[in-house]
């Protein structure tokens, strides 16, 4: 991980792209995730749980669990709304539309991570996880459905004896939305 962001930043930058930068933070979050997972799981059983370090190791776990999820969700929602393969930029409605992916994701794991202690409210917590995880299933097909489609169209948009020079691209984006 370490060589591949040397090398990137390396590189001329007209020659990287902002999904390769990106890229870079979703392996760099899950790094810091185990490492404190670690640090957390290798505390002695002796310790009292009111500890200060165990909290504070037990709150800092918690917080980039959290933010590792919700940027792993966010850019799932990126991809399949056809972040660098079909556009470059996202529109005002979906850029607001991720803002608030954003922030119920991260408000929905915030609380599932307070109401371990309380059972009604973990089980109610559960059963929202499994709502937030199928309306997302459901927003990444419908996204990637319709991109798909839009490459289709590009690749069948060719004029009576004029080859298609995007025609490669085009189906190589398709399959990768696939």
Known sequence: MIAFTVWLYCTPESE????????IMLPTLECLEVFLEGGYLSYCPFYSITSNGIQYMQMARISVITITYTVFLSFLYLLCKGWQTTI??????QATNLTMIMGGVYLIYSAYFLSVDFYT????????????????????????I???SLCNTYINEMQEGEPNIMRESL?????MLK
Do not use: D
Not at 16 to 23: A, D, I, V, Y
Not at 88 to 93: D, E
Not at 121 to 144: G, H
């Open 146 to 148: 319709s991109n798909i």
């Open 121 to 144: 409210i973990y089980i109610i917590m559960n059963c929202l996880m499994v709502l937030l995880y199928a309306l997302l299933s459901f927003v990444y097909a419908r996204n990637s």
């Open 88 to 93: 470059s930029q996202l529109t005002r409605n």
């Open 171 to 175: 189906l190589i984006k398709r399959t």
């Open 16 to 23: 990287r792209f902002s999904l390769q930068k990106s890229l």
